[in-house]
């Protein structure tokens, strides 16, 4: 970089007797190395112009400083390195303020926490997140924020990556004063001069005691028990809880020194590459062609088509993104368990104290239940989530063509149906979208924005634009039986059904899939969602399916005794007297047996390494294939679309990544051994065999699109 361009993201300039040095390196003021040495160069200035008594650090644009650049990570270090940057700016011989206007961040708080004084301003963001990249705070972070609030507090921050506002900071010790304005510069002005009014001394935060060390002690020992239990198999909790230790234990510089160990490990770690990877996944998937070629159209008021669990979730989200909306059911009862399905929701939140009745009433009044699709006409798009029937569904859309507007949008919620076929049943292809919400709908973040042919580019920013207002994570996906996620679930689940044929208990299957770090395993999954929905599928599919290709039949044989899981008290597991958690059954695996036994298949034994490597095969490659079919993007679509839909754990990554970092000639020779058993199921995707022909990895292909 120019010396001009490392001048210009770091500029001070001295008003009074104060040196102002703004951060301006957008979008968020990452401490990237041009402002590390921008920084660096700032205090220096300051201890050597005589005119100079007090430094004011404040952030450009929207954050004070969002946190050390991330894309540095794993890249050769440059100096000055963060901790050094602060440790300089603590050490300077004059006050140093920082006024925060914005996110303050990992990184950022602790250049807040190095300087001597602290102002926020009402919209200022503080927090330690790096926890949620894998990582720890490496900048004296772990060692400077429990001599300001407290080493309770200060590991709560770092193990939960909240964000305090303003007031909470104050409140918790982190700042000193809040100050009210947007004007960082001003408010940090008025506080500087006041402080040197006021002869204040330069107070170092390495300078402050830790009180009561032996309580704080014990308190760690108790979080460092709490921790491993409850953040099962992640690295870096852990280490956090250790650098509190050594902040109560160690004298400053030695629990810096030990900061800086464990945050190496932590840098080292496949988790930190894992995490890394899906924070800038998520940011890249509303990055899609239609962007850039058109803007959204405008919308304000919206339809919902069916009042059902999906109908009621997605008004509750648009409800809550600020819109109004009309849901239409087809007659008076329905109507009304519709309305009562979204009130529930809003009577929960009230019920636990986090919303008040008159918030309620203020969001329902945004609410209008109707039985007339008349009651649409004016409406700027809809959402249809009836039952999931493709002859159903064209009856809606050929309503909607009948009483939208011109240029309303028409969205389907379905999650498998050939939205060209439902567009087609309209005089205006160019409007259907589909919008596939995961249930419940008022929770869940993924949607996948999927997009038939005839589409123009504007509905499908308009889907985005959507998306961003509910706060979900949009991935744009093509059309096809199943989209991305349900696609590539259908294969895995037939992967563990194999697996489970061959000789693995579905207990067995389950408890290696939690062992990698999902939270459920598949049979726990199909007993929650409804044995009966993937059942349904199965027959709807089963006049298509290649006779050649195996079939398992243990799910039918369980559906056929009514065992459709919790709602029925029974499925692959026992939930004896409306128990959430199951029981295994041995009913269940006797009903395994007689199929082995039918199929004349002997059981043999599977490690839970071996579940996982045809689990995770399976998923792999099918993933290649949506990618190299067009139906996602890039594979980077294919991971969010499982992290945020399928409960896929984040310190992986997603299957992509995951696959990047086993390796895709292994996967390769997996998927080669696995096809000696099953050519037809197992044959690799020639994308991955082109791949690994040209030495490359999914992630070359996640360029933005
Ligand atoms: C750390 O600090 C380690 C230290 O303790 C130790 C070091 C030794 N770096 O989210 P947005 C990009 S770890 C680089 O869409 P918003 C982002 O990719 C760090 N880039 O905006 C996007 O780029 P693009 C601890 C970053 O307004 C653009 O900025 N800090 C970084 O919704 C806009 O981002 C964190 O974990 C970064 N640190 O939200 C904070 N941050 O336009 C992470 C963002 O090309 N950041 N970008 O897609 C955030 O939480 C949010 O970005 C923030 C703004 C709340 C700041």
């Given at each position: 970089m120019s010396n001009e361009a490392k001048a210009s993201v770091v500029r001070a300039a001295r008003q009074g007797r104060v040196l102002v040095v703004t951060i301006a390196n957008p979008p968020v003021n990452a401490l990237g190395v041009a402002v590390r040495q921008g920084l660096l160069a700032a205090v220096e200035q300051a201890e050597a112009d005589a005119a100079v008594q007090a430094v004011l650090i404040v952030g450009e644009g929207k954050a004070f400083i969002a946190g050390a650049d991330i894309r540095e990570f794993g890249q050769p270090a440059q100096p000055p390195s963060l901790p050094e940057v602060c440790n300089r700016i603590e050490a300077c011989g004059k006050t140093v303020v920082a006024a925060i206007h914005g996110p303050a961040l990992g990184g950022g708080l602790e250049v807040a926490m190095a300087a001597h004084y602290r102002v926020a301003l009402p919209a200022a963001k503080l927090?330690?997140?790096?926890?949620?990249?894998?990582?720890?705070?490496g900048a004296g972070g772990t060692q400077r924020a429990p001599r300001l609030m407290g080493v309770r507090a200060a590991a709560g921050l770092m193990l939960s990556g909240q964000h305090l506002g303003a007031h909470a900071a104050f409140d918790a010790g982190l700042v000193d004063r809040v100050a009210q304005g947007a004007d960082p510069v001003a408010a940090g002005l008025q506080y500087?001069?006041?402080?040197?009014?006021?002869?204040?001394?330069?107070?170092?935060?390495?300078?402050?005691?830790?009180?009561?060390?032996?309580?704080?002690?014990?308190?760690l020992d108790a979080?460092?028990?709490?921790?491993?239990?409850?953040?099962?198999?992640?690295?870096?909790?852990?280490?956090?809880?250790?650098?509190?230790?050594?902040?109560?234990?160690?004298?400053?510089?030695?629990?810096?020194?030990r900061e800086r160990a464990l945050f190496v490990q932590c840098l080292e770690s496949p988790q930190r590459q894992g995490l890394i990877h899906a924070f800038f996944a998520e940011r890249e998937t509303a990055k899609i062609p239609e962007a850039k070629a058109a803007a959204p159209r405008p919308f304000a008021a919206i339809a919902v088509i069916g009042g059902g669990t999906m109908g009621a979730g997605i008004t509750v989200s648009a409800l809550d993104a600020g819109l109004q909306v009309t849901m239409i059911e087809r007659d008076a009862e329905s109507i009304a368990r519709g309305q009562k399905n979204v009130e529930k929701v809003y009577d929960g939140l009230i019920a636990k104290?986090?919303?008040?009745?008159?918030?309620?009433?203020a969001t329902m009044a945004r609410y209008t239940p109707s039985t007339s699709y008349d009651d649409i006409a004016h409406v700027d798009l809809v959402i249809e989530a009836v039952f999931e029937?493709?002859?159903?569904?064209?009856?809606?859309?050929?309503?909607?063509?009948?009483?939208?507007?011109?240029?309303?949008?028409?969205?389907?919620?379905?999650?498998?149906?050939?939205?060209?076929?439902?567009?087609?049943?309209?005089?205006?292809?160019?409007?259907?979208?589909?919008?596939?919400?995961?249930?419940?709908?008022?929770?869940?973040?993924?949607?996948?924005?999927?997009?038939?042919?005839?589409?123009?580019?504007?509905?499908?920013?308009?889907?985005?634009e959507?998306?961003?207002?509910?706060?979900?994570?949009?991935?744009?996906?093509?059309?096809?039986?199943?989209?991305?996620?349900?696609?590539?679930l259908a294969v895995y689940k037939q992967a563990a059904d194999y697996i489970m044929e061959d000789g693995a208990s579905p207990y067995e299957i389950d408890e290696a899939v939690r062992g990698f770090g999902?939270?459920?395993?598949?049979?726990?999954?199909?007993?929650?969602?409804?044995?009966?929905?993937?059942?349904?599928t199965r027959k709807r599919r089963a006049a298509t399916r290649d006779p050649k290709a195996r079939y398992v039949e243990v799910a039918d044989r369980i559906c056929e005794r009514g065992w459709f899981g919790q709602k029925t008290g029974r499925g692959f597991y026992l939930y004896a007297?409306?128990?959430?958690?199951?029981?295994?059954?041995?009913?269940?695996?006797?009903?395994?047996?007689?199929?082995?036994?039918?199929?004349?298949?002997?059981?043999?034994?599977?490690?839970?390494?071996?579940?996982?490597?045809?689990?995770?095969?399976?998923m792999i490659n099918e993933g290649a294939k949506v990618v190299e079919e067009g139906i996602a993007l890039r594979p980077l679509d294919v991971d969010v679309t499982f992290l945020s839909g399928y409960g896929f754990p984040r310190h992986r990554g997603g299957p992509m990544k995951h696959a990047d970092m086993v390796g895709l000639p292994q996967v390769l020779a997996d998927l080669r051994e696995f096809a000696q058993e099953d050519p037809l199921f197992w044959k690799p995707a020639p994308l991955l065999e082109k791949l690994v022909a040209e030495g490359r990895n999914f992630d070359s292909l996640n360029k933005t699109a």
């Open positions: 927090g330690l997140p790096e926890v949620n990249l894998g990582l720890l705070p500087a001069e006041e402080l040197l009014a006021a002869n204040a001394p330069v107070r170092r935060t390495r300078d402050l005691a830790i009180a009561d060390k032996a309580a704080a002690l014990a308190e979080l460092a028990l709490e921790t491993a239990k409850k953040t099962r198999g992640l690295f870096s909790p852990g280490k956090i809880v250790e650098c509190v230790r050594a902040a109560v234990e160690l004298p400053f510089d030695e629990g810096l020194a104290g986090r919303m008040t009745p008159e918030a309620k009433a029937d493709i002859e159903v569904k064209k009856a809606v859309f050929k309503e909607l063509d009948r009483v939208c507007k011109p240029g309303a949008v028409l969205a389907t919620n379905t999650s498998y149906l050939d939205i060209d076929a439902i567009a087609a049943v309209t005089g205006r292809p160019q409007d259907v979208i589909g919008l596939h919400f995961f249930s419940p709908a008022n929770i869940m973040k993924l949607l996948e924005i999927v997009v038939p042919a005839k589409v123009s580019a504007d509905v499908v920013a308009t889907a985005f959507l998306a961003k207002r509910m706060k979900k994570v949009p991935v744009r996906a093509g059309v096809c039986d199943g989209f991305i996620g349900n696609r590539i999902y939270p459920m395993g598949p049979f726990q999954v199909t007993d929650l969602a409804g044995g009966d929905i993937g059942w349904a007297n409306g128990a959430r958690t199951g029981m295994p059954d041995p009913e269940v695996l006797a009903i395994v047996q007689a199929e082995r036994a039918k199929k004349g298949v002997t059981p043999r034994k599977f490690t839970p390494e071996e579940i996982m490597r045809r689990y995770m095969a399976a």
